[in-house]
């Protein structure tokens, strides 16, 4: 009896493993990506951001990032220009929704004036770079349907069709690690018409805490215009008394101001 049981079991998990959809394969990966990533908490990181045009003319800044892991909603995050002088105290904060639209606030030092960013503004570029506003949300699994494509020898290549009906994307193509806690490797962005629109790769990661991967390297390209924007990671930092009253509008003006 104990032998037909067993039996039985193996013949069901068999019959739910083949009868697994494209759709529920892609939905279980990005819940596996984002389950790897709890607990993190809170988190500090330096960014130098490097604005390439399309002759290949380079321009730098320095960049303050901070991040507030919240398990019912999104994350919130805020971001501040450190230099150069015409950017220093620019400063954008952000509240990812896991359902509608984020929020997002942007203050500029120049007026001295939070303005609010318009849901349809968020696929608008983030201070001359190739990352939109809506690029800065963090990612949440109830923002997308997915669909599984392939297994590359490890790596997950699962189709993203955002649930916004104002987001600039008709759909992401994203590579997830399969044996390296689900990271993202890379990310294709398509834009409304379905044309293949930037590219974004992450390399030089780092594994913090024994459980968190952050990469060092981000490249966004553009395929449009030709340009490009590399962002690079410094000085992780964890586990911070950070709370709610240091992501809200006087915290945005005190950062900037």
Do not use: C
């Amino acid at each position: 009896m104990k032998r037909a049981v067993i039996l039985f079991t193996l013949m069901a998990f068999n019959f739910s493993v083949i009868s697994q959809t494209p759709e529920q394969k892609g939905l279980e990966i990005a819940k596996a990506a984002d389950l790897a990533d709890q607990g993190f908490g809170s988190s500090t990181v330096n960014l130098k951001m490097i604005l390439k045009n399309k002759n290949g003319q380079t321009s730098e800044r320095e960049i303050t990032n901070k991040t507030l892991e919240l398990i019912e909603d999104g994350d919130k995050s805020l971001v501040a220009f450190q230099t150069p002088k015409d950017v220093k105290g620019t400063a954008t904060l952000t509240f990812t929704h896991k359902v509608g639209s984020d929020d997002q606030w942007l203050y500029l030092p120049s007026i001295k004036r939070v303005k609010r960013i318009s849901s349809s503004n968020k696929s608008g570029p983030f201070m001359g770079s190739e990352f939109a506003f809506e690029d800065l949300s963090s990612n949440e699994v109830e923002k997308y349907t997915y669909k599984f494509i392939e297994d590359n020898d490890g790596l997950l290549l699962v189709e993203q069709n955002p649930l916004n009906p104002k987001s600039g994307y008709s759909k992401r193509l994203v590579w997830y690690n399969g044996s390296k806690g689900y990271r993202i490797e890379k990310i294709e962005f398509y834009d409304r018409k379905d044309a293949l629109l930037k590219t974004l790769v992450y390399s030089d990661y780092k594994q913090y805490k024994n459980k968190f991967w952050r990469a060092g390297e981000m490249v966004m390209s553009n395929h449009l215009s030709n340009k490009e924007t590399t962002l690079l990671f410094s000085g992780y930092n964890f586990g911070l008394e950070l709370s709610d009253e240091d992501f809200t509008e006087n915290a945005l003006i005190r950062v900037g101001g």
